[in-house]
């Protein structure tokens, strides 16, 4: 069950404790965590006033009580007023859209016929990313926001297992690297040469059908990975005084090329 954030319920409760100190917090945690949970699992805005009545439509149809429904809309939009803050900010203009990025999504996610189910589990999963990162525009998001996510996820939700796999698969495509169209065999064996961080483009050599192609790298990792090749330079200058074996090479290039294993371009 998806539950409100933490900084948001302590918010709310903090003015009930302040405003409303009659008000049973036990019972609008439960109010609100229930709504959320409808919401998160429908992809629905939890700060739209039709959400609220879409909600309450539902409680009416399994038979939900008057009374108790009376009292849970008048919590909610309690909730809503005091929390709006929390709301989702509009995109800027410039820039990928959350919503454009979801297109996206069903589009290569029907392009690569992949089941409507792995659709609607990764785009659960996406949304919930969005609304942990508060709606931040997606031209800005890096690895560190995956990263402190799915420790979220791992952490503070305890999800399961399965749970947090589908989360990372999820980010992976959405983000890391289906976003510049990468194969996950692809990325396992790009080398230094295939980046081209003057053009902010990858080449891929030997990929799928022995074909050769480039691809733009995406903005969002840009500071990551010219991170990694700081840290590689100096791993490759360390094992180059310590004297250190040689990577590896493609289809027995070491035979050819004697010294190549040794170079800065292919180490991976």
């Keep these: 069950m998806y539950q409100v954030p933490n900084k948001i319920l302590f918010f709310y409760l903090n003015y009930l404790k302040n405003h ?7 019972n609008h945690t439960k109010v609100i965590n229930n709504y959320w949970d409808h919401c998160e699992r429908n992809n629905i805005d939890k700060f ?19 009374d108790e429904i009376n009292t849970s809309r008048e919590i909610l939009r309690l909730f809503q007023q005091v929390c709006r803050e929390f709301a989702p900010k509009p995109a ?18 029907s392009l690569k016929q992949y089941s409507p189910k792995t659709l609607s589990s990764y785009k659960v999963r996406i949304r919930q990313f969005e609304n942990y990162v508060n ?10 926001d995956a990263e402190n996510f799915l420790t979220w996820l791992t952490v503070t939700k305890k999800v399961a297992a399965s749970t947090q796999n589908v989360a990372f698969n999820a980010l992976l495509f959405f983000l890391l690297m289906y976003g510049c169209g990468l194969r996950l065999s692809e990325a396992v064996n790009s080398r230094v040469h295939n980046f081209n961080l003057k053009e902010w483009i990858l080449s891929v050599q030997s990929g799928k059908g022995d074909k050769a192609r480039a691809l733009p790298l995406p903005k969002a990792l840009k500071k990551e990975i010219e991170e990694k090749f700081w ?23 070491d035979s050819k090329y004697k010294n190549a294993g040794r170079e800065l371009a292919w180490q991976c």
Excluded: M
């Excluded at 800027?92 to 996610?109: H, M």
């Excluded at 709606?135 to 560190?144: I, M």
């Excluded at 590689?232 to 027995?252: C, I, M, R, S």
């Design 20 to 26: 409303q100190p009659w008000a049973d917090q036990k």
């Design 48 to 66: 739209a006033n039709k959400s609220i009545s879409h909600y309450f439509d539902l409680l009416v149809r399994f038979g939900s009580k008057s």
């Design 92 to 109: 800027p203009e410039s820039g990928l859209t959350w919503e454009e990025c979801y297109t996206k999504l069903t589009n290569l996610i």
């Design 135 to 144: 709606n931040k525009s997606p031209t800005g998001l890096s690895a560190k």
């Design 231 to 253: 840290v590689l330079k100096a791993l490759h200058k360390d094992d180059l005084k310590a004297n250190a074996g040689p990577v590896v090479l493609p289809k027995a290039l």
